[in-house]
């Protein structure tokens, strides 16, 4: 396997026109899943008969790891693997093998809801994966099943949690979509129960993705709504980012038992340093969550297009990136175009 691209810049990696580089990439490796969740989704939108991508339509593992080279030797530093569910595409493992073994990656994760993890959790796990981050919006029996369409039990969750710490996955990242009259008020027990473990509780506020998760604006819980609830009983301080762009603002417990992270995305947008595209399981590069189309990358690979021809494509794209979805929620022009659905390039 060749080693990334020796690619020069008259000034350095890409920048789009906010000045905003591209260190991170989110790969979808397929659009289906097995939950019906409400905010991505949601079951009368997606029945069982929904024509997904058939896999002549979706990028091979080697499409996707030529590409991925590609993407670092432009300057990606993290590489995260999503869906739909991730796990659903046959054989992660050897797509994880061959992303680890790509120079100058320093971050290798996948997110996941969970209820396939045990069972190749080990292999991942050898293959190379760093980290993984779990979708955990509740914790409750009743309302879990209900969070994920009816195809899921939170007993399921619970052993993917155990399966991957014992694998060596000791500080998960756990994320909580919080809805106001939904799962909100689970936020302090969610608190309580992780406190201790080690992992990391991150809560996001519900986002307007794609255009069928019947969002509204009053069902979103801002993120300081949500500190003031959980200071009132465990004293908190804010902590410093790990890197520029990262997306959730992190805190701790005062008592050192916890950490826990908030996305703001509606009430605290951090356009200004975002620094992460997607490339869809059909090979589109999208480069924002918001973005109502990509930009083909498979059409010209599969037509015989050179390593820097592609690197090109990529750089050129960056380069007139201007999104700031975030910031302009709420205007005419924002609210009322097409957006690219979530299980199609992943959260």
């Known amino acids: 396997m060749s080693e990334p691209i020796p690619l020069k810049f008259a000034a350095g990696p890409p920048l789009d026109r906010r000045s905003r580089a591209l260190t991170d990439l989110r ?16 079951e009368a939108d997606y029945p069982r008969d929904h024509q997904f991508l058939s896999k002549a339509q979706r990028l091979r593992f080697e499409e996707i790891e030529r590409l991925a080279r590609i993407f670092v030797s432009l300057g990606v530093r993290k590489l995260r693997l999503t869906g739909g569910e991730p796990l659903l595409r046959r054989e992660l493992p050897e797509l994880v093998r061959l992303l680890a073994r790509i120079p ?19 292999a ?11 979708s955990v919006d509740t914790l409750d029996a009743e309302t879990y099943r209900t969070l994920s369409g009816g195809r ?21 990242k756990l994320n909580s979509v919080v809805m106001r009259g939904v799962n909100n008020e689970e936020v302090p027990d969610m608190v309580a129960h ?9 809560f996001i506020e519900y986002m307007d993705v794609g255009t069928c998760n019947a969002w509204r604006e009053d069902k979103v819980v801002p993120s300081a709504e949500l500190r003031e609830r959980i200071a009132r009983r465990w004293p908190m301080h804010a902590l410093p980012a790990n890197y520029g762009g990262e997306v959730a603002q992190r ?77 302009i929620r709420g205007m005419a ?11 199609e390039i992943g959260g």
């Open 251 to 327: 805190w701790a417990l005062n008592d050192g038992s916890a950490e826990i992270g908030f996305i703001s995305s509606v009430s605290e947008p951090f356009c200004g340093d975002c620094t992460r595209a997607r490339l869809s399981a059909d090979g589109r590069l999208y480069t924002c969550l918001f973005a109502n189309s990509g930009h083909d990358l498979l059409g010209p690979l599969r037509a015989g297009a050179s390593d820097a021809e592609l690197a090109g494509l990529i750089s050129a794209v960056w380069n007139g990136r201007d999104d700031r979805y975030s910031e």
């Open 104 to 122: 100058q990656v320093d971050d290798l994760a996948m997110t996941t809801n969970g209820s396939l993890l045990p069972a190749s959790v080990e």
């Open 27 to 42: 790969i979808s490796v397929i659009d289906r899943c097995n939950f019906r969740c409400p905010y991505c989704m949601p």
């Open 194 to 202: 992780f406190r201790g473990s080690g992992h990391i509780l991150r």
């Open 333 to 343: 022009n924002a609210d009322s175009r097409r957006r690219v659905e979530m299980y």
């Open 124 to 134: 991942l796990r050898e293959a190379g994966l760093q980290r993984i981050t779990l």
């Open 152 to 172: 899921g039990e939170v007993a399921e969750l619970h052993a993917a949690i155990e399966a991957a710490t014992r694998a060596g996955f000791s500080r998960l």
